[in-house]
């Protein structure tokens, strides 16, 4: 096997032994059914230019010197197509995305290999090693022991598996759309985080509304702002609808306020109503931090009717490990856990399982008293009332607590609550 870094600088020579030049760059194209590049064309660099030459004059590629076929003033210069690409110019340290790593790594080095006389790019060199080489240093890591170079001889990947997406963009590895999309939000939006804006905004407008929205929700509201700047707004307000009511408000928060309200005119009616209320209340009261999506039963409601309810009605609501329980008009009037409704008779009522006493916080209530009300009472989530004691939404634990736990940290807790 060879690598690209092995072969840049190597001299070139005419069939004569006359001097041509350096070895600077290769071109290589994919022709046919063959997901491996192929070697068409050597760029050699002299003082004062640069020429390109056909491979085929090239009768040796692995050698300490390249000797062309053809006497110097006999080169005729190729010509490269629109679909050529150069190794290094185009492909060397540009990053992928290491779809079993979950995460985002650098081209270090090209690994070629020869196969019927044809030369090809068959893996990408994304360790230590590769970056060993370039800087001229592999072989004295080999020769400080097996366990160095060993260490440093990990992380190839196929060329089969990476798709360049065009000169001035970022190579990534290719994926259907729906393998991408079935990444965990964290871990999509870990690798979001990595890349640069124009890169992360490239995939995100290839991701449907839901998952975008899943991996925004991972990271903070200032970065979700600048990720979604150069996005169409029909594709924005969808994603606003898929993200939990206190999330979208959050977002929208750190728009201009003009496009906030295109956006909204363009979400639908009812959760462009709830992120309109939110945006209401101070941001850190707990009206501003709560998510007006909830699940709530009637007391006169029997276990499976409750039951049959959530299985059909509140595919939305972002918590159902506790039901509340309300009236006709939304007054509080009880609490109970999922685990309660699945632990009682079918035929029992509501209001005989129900805890009436809730612990409840009121709409203006700021942050740092729904964060103790949850520390004290060991909440996953909060209800929050108006003075009538009619139920608005609820605050989660994990937005209580925002001010308490570093949000860095905060995105990392499992949301038990979900």
């Known amino acids: 096997m060879a690598y690209v870094s092995e072969l840049m600088g190597k001299p070139v020579t005419d069939v004569e ?57 006999d080169i005729q210069d ?17 990053q992928i995305i290491d779809m079993n790593g979950v995460r985002v790594v650098r081209v270090n080095d090209l690994e070629l290999t020869r196969v019927n006389g044809e030369v090809y790019v068959s893996n990408v060199d994304i360790g230590s090693a590769g970056l060993l080489r370039r800087l001229g240093l592999y072989g004295l890591a080999r ?11 990990a992380g190839a990947i196929s060329w089969d598996d990476v798709e360049l997406l065009g000169i001035d963009q970022p ?40 998952t975008v929205a899943d991996a925004l929700e991972e990271v903070e509201p200032e970065f979700q702002a600048s990720l979604l700047e150069g996005m169409d707004n029909e594709k924005v307000a969808d994603v606003l609808e898929e993200m939990a009511p206190d999330e979208a408000a959050d977002l929208l928060a750190e728009m201009p ?23 209401g209340y101070p941001e850190d009261s707990a009206g501003g931090i709560m998510n007006t999506e909830f699940v709530a039963a009637r007391a006169e409601w029997t276990a499976a009717e409750t039951m049959e309810y959530i299985r059909h009605h509140t595919s939305e609501a972002e918590t159902i490990y506790y039901v509340y329980v309300t009236d006709e008009p939304g007054h509080l009037e009880g609490v109970f856990s999922l685990r309660g409704l699945v632990m ?32 004290k009472y060991n909440l996953l989530a909060l209800p ?7 139920i608005h939404g609820i605050v989660t634990a994990d937005d209580a607590l925002d001010k308490i736990i570093p949000t860095a940290w905060k995105k990392r807790l499992p949301r038990m609550y979900h």
Do not use: W
């Open 143 to 153: 020769r400080m022991g097996p366990r160095t170079a060993q260490g440093s001889a």
């Open 384 to 390: 929050v009332v108006d003075d009538d004691n009619v």
């Open 78 to 94: 190729y010509t490269p197509d629109e679909s050529e690409i150069r190794l290094v110019e185009d492909v060397l340290d540009k």
């Open 257 to 279: 306020e003009g496009r906030s309200q295109e956006l909204l005119d363009l979400m639908e009616d009812d959760e462009a109503d709830d992120v309109r209320e939110l945006l």
């Open 344 to 375: 009682a008779d079918p035929v029992t009522l509501v209001s005989d399982f129900m805890e009436d006493r809730v612990v409840s916080v009121r709409l203006l209530e700021n942050q740092d008293e729904c964060a103790q009300l949850v520390s």
């Open 171 to 210: 190579m990534r590895l290719k994926v259907p759309r729906d393998k991408l999309g079935d990444l965990h939000p964290a871990d999509l939006a870990e690798i979001i985080s990595d890349l640069n804006r124009s890169e992360s905004r490239d995939i995100l407008d290839k991701l449907d509304a839901k």
């Open 17 to 73: 032994g006359e001097r041509v030049g350096t070895l600077k760059d290769l071109l290589a194209v994919l022709k046919g059914k063959n997901p491996h590049p192929q070697i068409t064309a050597i760029v050699v660099k002299n003082r004062s230019s640069e020429r390109i030459i056909a491979v085929a004059d090239v009768p040796v590629l692995f050698a300490p010197a390249l000797p062309l076929r053809i006497r110097l003033q």
